[in-house]
C-alpha cells in the first residue's frame, strides 16, 4: 500500500504536463490516502501505531534503507498534504498563465518531497525529502512571486537550508554515536532512538535538530525569512508555505527531537515556551501593523506557531493533542485567508490592505467566506481552531500556569487583528470603482472545501483525536519510561 | 621490460604514442575534424587498456610506478577526462582562427603527465609527471595567443608553477637528505623506525607548497582566478579536474605511505589551509560576475572540502577522496561543457549576465547547468550532495568537528553564488545567448550526449550511489 503511494509520488517527479495532469496526481494522491484511513478501523489502530511499513535497501553501505511508514499523525498530515496540494492546483488553475509545465512540476515536486518528509523513517532519507522540498520552492517563489521574489527566494532558501545542513551534522553525530555504541552503523529512526546519549552531546545534537525545526516552524527569532517568502510566493506558494513547510517543522519535532532526546526536552521546555509565547505576542503585534494583505496573514502564522511550540513543549496528552488538532486547522485558516488575499489580488491588484475597503457590497460570499476564516484564525468556538487552542491551553496549563496566562492573551491579539482584517478589507467605504466579481465556480468549490473542514473539525474534532492518539500515547509512553529511568537513578544515587 | 609491465603500462603508452600518432597527422596537413576524432579514438583505446589490466592489478612497475586498483580508478578518471575535454573541444576551437590541432598533442600530454602522477610512487616520477603536465599546460592556457587574458594567464601559471615546482624540488631534497631514500615504501620505513626529525618535517612543509599551489588551496590560489578566466574552456576544465586529481592521488599516495596523518604539525597545517580554503574560497566566490572566475573560487572551496576527506586519515579516505573526485569531476565537466557549447568565435561565454533566460530558450543547457550548480552545492539528488555526505561522515567519524562545521557553513555561504547562477537562468525573458552553432551538427550531437551522460550520472550518483561506493570501497593502495 504504501508502495503504491510512493510509486505515486515517483510518478509525480517527472511530469512535465500542465494542470489536468497535475489535478489527477495529487487527487490520487488524495483518495489513496483517504482509502488508507478508511481502512483502518478504529480497533487497529489501538493496537499498533504503525499502520504500514515498506522497506527497501537504499545505499546499504552506509546502513541507508528507503524506510517509509505511517502512523497515525502521518497520515494526518499526509492527508492534509494532499487535500491542500488538490487546493493549489485549483487555485494556480488561472493565476499561473507563463510556463506552466515547470510550475506544476515544482508543485508536485515539493508535494512529493512533504509528503516524503511526513513517511520517511530513515534519518537520512527525511533529510533527503527535507532537501528535495526546498529547490521547487525555491523556484516557485524565485520565478512565479511578485515584485520583490528574488530577494525572497534566496533568503527562504539560504535559511532553511542552512538550518537543514546543521540538523544534517546532528544525524551524523547521531549516526556515529549509535554506531559506536552497538557497532551497528544505521540512519534508521527505530534503531536511533533508542540511542543512549550522553547529556551534553545530546544537547548539542538536539540544537542541531531543533534549528531546522525552529527555522521551518518559524519559532519567533528564527521566524525572518516568512513574512518575505510568504509575501512575494504566488497564491498557491504561500498555501503550500504556510499549509505543509511549517508543519514539516512541528512534525519533526513530534517524530524525532521529543522521542530522541527527552532528557534534553524537558530540560528546554521553559526556555521552548517562553520562546512560543513570545511568538505568539510577537506574530499578532506585527499582524496588526501589516498593510500588505499577505505579510499581515504571515505575521499571523508566525503567532499561531507560537502555540504549536508551547504545546509541543508542555509535554502532555492534552497539548498534543491539541498541538495536532492546530496544525490541521491553522493550515486550513491560514491558507483559506493566503488564498482570499490571492483572489484579491487577482481582482484588484493589489496586497495593499488600505487600497481595499467596502468589498463586502460586490462580493458578499467572498466576504462572508471571510469573515469565517478570520473568526477562525481568532480561535471562535464552533470552528476548528478553537479546539485546538483550547486543547493546547488546556494542556500548557497543567504544565505551566503562567505561561498560559500570557498565551491566552495572545488570544486577544489575534481577535484584534482578525477584526482589522475584516474591518478593513470587506467594510468601510470602498475606495476602489472597479467592478469586481464574486467568486467563480471554481473559487467556490475550494472556499466550500476549506469551510466544511473547518467547520466540521470545529464540530467534530473527534476522528482527528482518535487517529493521532496512538502515536501521542507512544510519545507520552517514551517520555515516562525515560523520566522513571532518571528518576530511578537519582533514586539510586 | 616483462611482458607484464609491458601491459601494465599500456594506457600510459598508448597516451604516450598518441601525442606522437597527432603530431604525424599534423604533418600530414590531415583536417581539424580526422585529427579530432582519431584522438578521441586514442582516449578510447587508452581506456579500453586500463580495463584490460583490471586482472593484473596491484603491479609494481619497477620502483617508479605501482599499478592498483587506486591509481587505476584514478587513470581511469583523468583518460575519461582527457576524453570529455577532447569532445567539448572540436566545437570550441573550429570557431576560433587559432590553428587547432597542436592542441591535441598538447591535450594528449598533460592527460599523461597528470595519469603518471596518479600512478608514482617514486619521487622521480611524481616529479615526472608533474612537469610533463604542468609543461603541456602553460601551452594550453596561452594557446589562444592573440587574447589579452590568455597571454597573463599563461605567464602567470608559467611563473608561479616553476616557483612551486621549486619548493617542490627543494622539499623533496631535503627529504631526501634525511631519508636518504626517494621511493615512498623506503621513506615509509625511516619515518616509521624514528620520530620525525625537523629537517624531514621541512621537507614535507615545502613539498606542502609546492603541491598546494597545484591544487589551488589558499593560501596559494593566487593564480587560480585569473588562469581559469584567461584559458579556453576546455582546458580550464582540464586544470580544474584532470591535473588536481593526479595530484591529490600522488598526494594521497605519498601521505598513507609515510602516515603523515599522524605528525600533529603537519596535521594542524592541513586543517588551517582546509578551513581557509572552504572560507575564502566561498567567500570570494561571492562577488564574481563572470562565471569562470567564480567556478574558480568554487574549485578553490571544493578543494578544501576534499581536504576535509582527506585529513582525517582513516582507512575511508582512500574510499572518500576518491568518490569526491568522481562526483566533483562530473559535476566540473556538466558545467564547464555548457559553457563551450555556449562560447562564440569572439569571446567565452562566461559572463553571468549572457545567462539570463537560458532556460526558456535552451531549457536542456539551462537544466544540465542548473543541475551540474546544485551539484557544486551540494543539494539532495545530485551527485555533490553523496560526496558532501561522504566527506562529512570521514570527517565526523574521526571526531573533526570542527572541519565538519566549517564545512557546513562554508557551504551554506556557497549556496548563495550557485543561487545566484541558477536564478539567472531563470530571470527575466530577454535573450542574449547566441544559439548554439548550428554548423557542427555532429559534433554538436556528440557534445549533448556527452553531457546527457554527464547528467545522468550526477543524478544517478545523487540517488542511487550505491554501486559507485561499492566500486570505491573496493579501492586499495599497496
Known amino acids: ?493 | 621490460m616483462s611482458n607484464n609491465d609491458f601491459s601494465a603500462l599500456m594506457p600510459l603508452m598508448v597516451l604516450a604514442g598518441a601525442s606522437v600518432l597527432v603530431m604525424l597527422l599534423i604533418v600530414a596537413r590531415l583536417s581539424h575534424r580526422i585529427i579530432q576524432l582519431v584522438s578521441l579514438l586514442l582516449f578510447v583505446i587508452a581506456f579500453i587498456c586500463l580495463l584490460n589490466i583490471r586482472g593484473m592489478l596491484p603491479y609494481e612497475v619497477g620502483s617508479l610506478f605501482m599499478m592498483d586498483s587506486f591509481g587505476a580508478f584514478m587513470t581511469g578518471l583523468i583518460i575519461f577526462s582527457g576524453l570529455v575535454v577532447n569532445v567539448f573541444s572540436y566545437i570550441y576551437f573550429q570557431e576560433k582562427e587559432e590553428g587547432p590541432k597542436e592542441y591535441y598533442v598538447l591535450l594528449f600530454l598533460c592527460t599523461l603527465g597528470a595519469c603518471v602522477l596518479a600512478v608514482s610512487e617514486h619521487f622521480v616520477s611524481v616529479f615526472l609527471g608533474l612537469e610533463i603536465l604542468t609543461i603541456g599546460l602553460y601551452a594550453l592556457i596561452a594557446y589562444l595567443r592573440t587574447r589579452n587574458h590568455s597571454i597573463e594567464a599563461g605567464i602567470k601559471y608559467l611563473v608561479l608553477a616553476a616557483f612551486s615546482s621549486a619548493f617542490l624540488l627543494f622539499g623533496m631534497a631535503l627529504v631526501y637528505l634525511e631519508t636518504g631514500t626517494m621511493s615512498f615504501a623506503g621513506m615509509a620505513d625511516v619515518v616509521a623506525a624514528e620520530s620525525v626529525p625537523p629537517l624531514l618535517l621541512t621537507g614535507l612543509g615545502l613539498m606542502l607548497v609546492g603541491l598546494g599551489f597545484k591544487l589551488a588551496v589558499v593560501p596559494f590560489h593566487m593564480w587560480t582566478a585569473d588562469v581559469y578566466q584567461g584559458a579556453p574552456v576546455p582546458v580550464t576544465a582540464f586544470i580544474a579536474t584532470a591535473s588536481k586529481g593526479g595530484v591529490v592521488a600522488a598526494m594521497l599516495r605519498f601521505f598513507i605511505a609515510i602516515d603523515g596523518f599522524q605528525s600533529e604539525p603537519l596535521q594542524m597545517v592541513m586543517i588551517t589551509i582546509a578551513i581557509a580554503s572552504m572560507v575564502a574560497g566561498n567567500l570570494l566566490a561571492l562577488r564574481q560576475k563572470n562565471i569562470k572566475r567564480l567556478l574558480a573560487y568554487s574549485s578553490i572551496a571544493h578543494l578544501g572540502y576534499l581536504l576535509v576527506a582527506f585529513i582525517p586519515g582513516s582507512a575511508v579516505v582512500l574510499q572518500a577522496v576518491s568518490f569526491y573526485l568522481l562526483t566533483y569531476f562530473i559535476t566540473t565537466f556538466a558545467a564547464f561543457g555548457v559553457i563551450t557549447i555556449l562560447s562564440d568565435s569572439e569571446t567565452d561565454a562566461d559572463d553571468l549576465d549572457r545567462y539570463k533566460a537560458l532556460f526558456w530558450k535552451h531549457p536542456a543547457l539551462a537544466s544540465i547547468l542548473a543541475v551540474a550548480m546544485f551539484s557544486l552545492a551540494g543539494i539532495p539528488l545530485t551527485a555533490g550532495f553523496t560526496g558532501k555526505f561522504y566527506v562529512l561522515t570521514t570527517g565526523i567519524g574521526q571526531g573533526f568537528w570542527l572541519l565538519a562545521v566549517v564545512l557546513v557553513l562554508s557551504s551554506v555561504v556557497g549556496l548563495y553564488y550557485y543561487l545566484r547562477v541558477v536564478t539567472m537562468l531563470f530571470a527575466g525573458t530577454r535573450d542574449l545567448l547566441p544559439d548554439p552553432p548550428a554548423r557542427y551538427p555532429v559534433f554538436l550531437g556528440i557534445s549533448m550526449a556527452v553531457l546527457s551522460i554527464l547528467t545522468f550520472a550526477l543524478i544517478w550518483l545523487g540517488v542511487y550511489p550505491d554501486t559507485a561506493i561499492g566500486v570505491v570501497q573496493g579501492l586499495q593502495l599497496k
Open chain 1, 1 to 493: 500500500m504504501v508502495g503504491a503511494v510512493a510509486a505515486v509520488i515517483a510518478g509525480e517527479w517527472n511530469r512535465h504536463l500542465p494542470r489536468w495532469i497535475a489535478l489527477a496526481a495529487s487527487v490520487t494522491g488524495l483518495l489513496l490516502v483517504i482509502l488508507l484511513w478508511a481502512n483502518t478501523s478504529p480497533h487497529s489502530l489501538t493496537d499498533g501505531q504503525w499502520l504500514m511499513d515498506y522497506r527497501k535497501a537504499w545505499i546499504p553501505s552506509f546502513g541507508i534503507t528507503f524506510h517509509l511508514a505511517v502512523d497515525g499523525l502521518s497520515l494526518l498530515l499526509l492527508g492534509l498534504t494532499f487535500f491542500l496540494g488538490v487546493l493549489a492546483v485549483l487555485c494556480s488553475w488561472d493565476e499561473i498563465r507563463e510556463r506552466r509545465g515547470f510550475y506544476y512540476f515544482n508543485l508536485l515536486w515539493i508535494l512529493a518531497g512533504v509528503a516524503g518528509v511526513f513517511m520517511a523513517m530513515d534519518m537520512f532519507l527525511f533529510y533527503f525529502f527535507w532537501e528535495v522540498m526546498l529547490i521547487p520552492m525555491y523556484f516557485l517563489i524565485g520565478i512565479w512571486g511578485s515584485e520583490n521574489r528574488v530577494y525572497a527566494a534566496y533568503k527562504f532558501f539560504i535559511f532553511t537550508q542552512a538550518s537543514g545542513l546543521l540538523m544534517f551534522l546532528a544525524i551524523l553525530g547521531l549516526y556515529f554515536i549509535h554506531g559506536q555504541d552497538t557497532g551497528v552503523y544505521t540512519f534508521g529512526y527505530f534503531e536511533l532512538i533508542d540511542t543512549v546519549i550522553p547529556f551534553k552531546t545530546a544537547f548539542w545534537l538536539m540544537s542541531g535538530f531543533m534549528i531546522a525545526f525552529a527555522v521551518k516552524l518559524p519559532v519567533f527569532p528564527f521566524h525572518t525569512w516568512l513574512p518575505d517568502a510568504h509575501g512575494e510566493a504566488p497564491t498557491a506558494g504561500s498555501l503550500i508555505l504556510a499549509g505543509l513547510l511549517l508543519k514539516t517543522g512541528a512534525y519533526g519535532m513530534l517524530r524525532f527531537v521529543v522521542p530522541m532526546f527527552p532528557e534534553v526536552v524537558t530540560d528546554v521546555a521553559v526556555p521552548a515556551m517562553v520562546l512560543g509565547v513570545a511568538g505568539i505576542i510577537y506574530g499578532a503585534v506585527m499582524a496588526y501593523s501589516q498593510t500588505d494583505l499577505k505579510r499581515l496573514v504571515a505575521f499571523t502564522s508566525v503567532s499561531h506557531m507560537g502555540f504549536v511550540i508551547t504545546g509541543i513543549f508542555a509535554l502532555n496528552e492534552l497539548a498534543l493533542q491539541g498541538v495536532v488538532m492546530q496544525l490541521v486547522t491553522h493550515a486550513l485558516s491560514t491558507g483559506a485567508l493566503f488564498l482570499m488575499a490571492g483572489m484579491i489580488k487577482e481582482r484588484l491588484h493589489t496586497r495593499d490592505i488600505e487600497q481595499m475597503g467596502g468589498l463586502w457590497g460586490p462580493m458578499p460570499q467572498m466576504g462572508t467566506i471571510g469573515l469565517v476564516f478570520a473568526m477562525a484564525s481568532l480561535g471562535l468556538p464552533g470552528l476548528g481552531n478553537f479546539v485546538a487552542e483550547f486543547l493546547i491551553l488546556l494542556g500548557v496549563f497543567q504544565a505551566q500556569p503562567w505561561v498560559t496566562v500570557v498565551a491566552a492573551s495572545g488570544l486577544i491579539f489575534s481577535a484584534v487583528y482578525s477584526l482589522r482584517i475584516v474591518g478593513k478589507i470587506f467594510l468601510g467605504p470602498r475606495r476602489t470603482m472597479e467592478a469586481v466579481p464574486d467568486f467563480s465556480l471554481r473559487e467556490m468549490l475550494i472556499m466550500a472545501a476549506l469551510t466544511v473542514s473547518v467547520v466540521w473539525l470545529g464540530l467534530f474534532p473527534q476522528p482527528v483525536i482518535d487517529t493521532a492518539k496512538p502515536a501521542i500515547t507512544e510519545l507520552i509512553r517514551f517520555m515516562d519510561v525515560h523520566h522513571m529511568a532518571a528518576d530511578h537513578q537519582s533514586y539510586v544515587k
